[in-house]
T-cell receptor
Framework: SQQGEEDPQALSIQEGENATMNCSYKTSINNLQWYRQNSGRGLVHLIL?????REKHSGRLRVTLDTSKKSSSLLITASRAADTASYFC??????????????FGKGTHLIIQP | EPEVTQTPSHQVTQMGQEVILRCVPISNHLYFYWYRQILGQKVEFLVSFYNNEISEKSEIFDDQFSVERPDGSNFTLKIRSTKLEDSAMYFC???????????FGDGTRLSIL
């Protein structure tokens, strides 16, 4: 797989249920970030987890990072119709310059059924 | 609302023509980025810009591409001689350095005919 691959590619759940998306990567990272993209819009930053962190929370979002398995998961609890979007993980490989480009996965398309 | 404004929102250009895509950050930031997203594909990094210089660039960012910040405010991406495969959404982003999130504009949809 390539750097930053999410699964599943698509996920459809009922409103109120929890949604879990996974991301795997291949090389060492400095940090891993999750973004949301609504159709036709730009990416919105959700959460950043550093390589020395294992879990992070933000509101209804919970992100885990397992550097030994090179994987991360994004959990959205108590989903709402407004959570319908594509979700991407992105890795920062850290070249040391500070202006590091992110490597994105193909994303998980999440549909919340009302 | 995004903290960077991209113009135009949609650009239609004949193959071989030059295009300039613009990005105007609301606040004064040091780190800028351009990404592109071909329809149905993943977002791809093109180039990063720091202190008025290119900091990092990907294999996609070849000689037909250039970036500059001509007046200390606008941040531009120029594609010199467009090809059909340049059709994509182009996103500008800004950041505050290592271990900081990047904030994206809503993009410019570039259509090459």
């Amino acid at each position: 797989s390539q750097q930053g691959e999410e699964d599943p590619q698509a996920l459809s759940i009922q409103e109120g249920e929890n949604a879990t998306m996974n991301c795997s990567y291949k090389t060492s990272i400095n940090n891993l970030q999750w973004y949301r993209q609504n159709s036709g819009r730009g990416l919105v930053h959700l959460i950043l987890i550093r390589s020395n962190e294992r879990e992070k929370h933000s509101g209804r979002l919970r992100v885990t990072l397992d550097t030994s398995k090179k994987s991360s998961s994004l959990l959205i609890t108590a989903s709402r119709a407004a959570d319908t979007a594509s979700y991407f993980c992105a890795t920062d490989l850290y070249s040391g310059g500070g202006a590091d480009g992110l490597t994105f996965g193909k994303g998980t398309h999440l549909i919340i059924q009302p | 609302e995004p903290e960077v404004t991209q113009t135009p929102s949609h650009q239609v250009t004949q193959m071989g023509q030059e295009v300039i895509l613009r990005c105007v950050p609301i606040s004064n930031h040091l780190y800028f980025y351009w990404y592109r997203q071909i329809l149905g594909q993943k977002v791809e990094f093109l180039v990063s810009f720091y202190n008025n210089e290119i900091s990092e660039k990907s294999e996609i960012f070849d000689d037909q591409f250039s970036v500059e910040r001509p007046d200390g405010s606008n941040f531009t991406l120029k594609i010199r001689s467009t090809k059909l495969e340049d059709s994509a959404m182009y996103f500008c982003a800004y950041g505050r350095g290592t271990n900081q999130p990047q904030h994206f504009g809503d993009g410019t949809r570039l259509s090459i005919l």
